[in-house]
């Protein structure tokens, strides 16, 4: 057989796909590690004394704004008493320092810069002291004096403050050790906070030590307690996490309605932290909404429907994700026995069925759950063109089956129902 033509067909096709492909290996062999370790953009909030505005603050932010890796400048305004009542001399007071650091803490900046004017050692001499402290630690950074003669307009804006340019160019924000306290139940792993998870032991607590600034999601898991989960952002050392935790669940109490017609009604027992579970139930046929149409006999053509047969039966399901994921999919299967409730016996056209489940349960509350789900039922060693006709006004919702002399297989079934957690 000759491909030739077919070569020549997609070739084209061929060739963009290929050029597309090594067009997009540099992309590939960008070294991650390199870009991991580029350290994180700087953020100042200045505080200067009052006599250094006009032509002094607007050189200084001038030449920070040239730093490299700057994220972000912010002026520390000082307190209106301060000014009206002080000279402009008067240094900068810890408390205001310590205020400018407390909403440098809450918007993310790195570091305080602190200048103060001081007293001229000449007639023609210039003093600036400064200083660089830690927003998360609170530790004096840098610190210094910037002397010189009196500068002109120009020198300051290019020359006088490259001394100060320097140092805070060569700035890391450094992320220190923190002890954080966890308290929870003994016998408690928390997942997510240091590099060991944390066992809580007898005293109901463990101490944990943690890369603080730092924000951490955390699980905590114990024997018999549900999942409990968060979010935690640590600024401050020391700090403490309480996890309040629940008991598990052991059962469920549920209720269902098939085709939006049958109720049904199961209690299930809940095993590995309400992932597995067995349960027992019972569908009824007794009373049930009918959706009739005109062309339906009696009693088919009746808004509430009756047919003489229940199916109790077992059921096992596995649920995805844990307790801490408010949506979850899961999988069951279940077994009935058909009992025909006129004849006091199995049903000689259908006596067994078998569904295969497939459902997502909303978490609305701790103790409830709705849930919907699809179904295929297979009935085995049944009479496959009886069970057609024992289907007809049975349900109004649209359905497909398939069928052979013994065997019968309907498809899909939808149910809705609630699940409450005991």
């Known amino acids: 057989m000759d491909f030739r033509p077919a070569y020549k067909k997609y070739r084209f096709f061929l060739f963009i796909v290929g050029f597309i492909f090594i067009c997009s290996l540099p992309l590939f062999a960008q070294d991650k590690e390199e870009t991991q370790k580029t350290p994180p953009p700087r953020a100042f909030v200045i505080l ?11 050189s200084l932010w001038y030449n920070l704004g040239r730093l490299s890796r700057l994220r972000e400048l912010y002026r520390w305004v000082l ?26 803490a809450l918007h993310d900046y790195g570091f305080i810069l602190v200048l103060q004017r001081e007293p001229n050692s000449g007639p023609d001499q210039v003093r600036i002291s400064y200083r660089v402290v830690d927003v998360i630690s609170g530790q004096e950074r840098l610190s210094g004096v910037l002397e010189d003669r009196t500068p002109d307009e120009r020198d300051l804006e ?8 320097a140092e805070l160019d060569s ?5 220190n050790v923190g002890l954080l306290t966890v308290r ?11 590099s060991d998870p944390p066992l809580i032991d007898e005293s109901g607590e463990a ?36 996890i309040s935790q629940q008991r598990i669940s052991s059962w469920t109490l549920e209720a269902g309605v098939l085709m939006g017609q049958f109720g049904d009604l199961w209690i299930s027992k809940l095993f590995a932290k309400e992932q597995y579970w067995i349960g ?13 149409s005109p062309e339906d006999p009696f009693p088919y053509s009746e808004p509430v429907i009756s047919l003489p047969m229940i199916q109790p039966g077992l059921c096992v399901g596995y649920r995805y994700y844990d307790e801490t994921s408010f949506l979850r999919p899961y999988i069951s299967g279940l077994m009935m026995a058909r009992l025909n409730t006129s004849l006091m016996m199995l049903d000689p056209v259908a006596p067994w069925v078998i569904y295969g489940n497939g459902g997502l349960e909303w978490r609305l509350l701790r103790s409830l759950a709705f849930f919907a789900e699809a179904s295929a039922a297979y009935y085995p060693m049944s009479m496959g063109r009886f069970l057609v006709a024992s289907k007809i006004g049975e349900n109004r919702t649209p359905s497909t089956y398939i069928f052979a002399e013994d065997w019968f297989l309907e498809f899909p079934l939808f149910r809705l129902g609630v699940r409450y957690f005991l």
């Open 280 to 292: 027992f139930g019972l569908q009824q046929y007794w009373i049930g909404i009918n959706y009739p």
């Open 184 to 194: 929870a139940l003994p016998g408690t792993k928390v997942i997510g906070i240091g």
């Open 48 to 58: 200067v004394s009052p006599d250094m505005d006009g032509i002094w603050f607007n």
């Open 171 to 175: 700035l890391e924000a450094q992320k």
């Open 158 to 165: 290019e020359i006088f403050w490259l001394p100060l340019m």
């Open 79 to 104: 307190g209106e008493k301060k000014a009206e009542t002080e000279s402009t001399a008067a240094p900068i007071t810890e408390s205001e320092v310590q205020a400018s650091r407390r909403w440098a």
């Open 207 to 242: 101490q944990v030590q943690i890369a603080i600034p730092g924000t951490y999601r955390w699980k905590a898991e114990a024997r018999g307690m549900t999942t409990a989960s968060g979010i935690i952002s640590l600024r401050e050392s020391p700090a403490e996490l309480v």
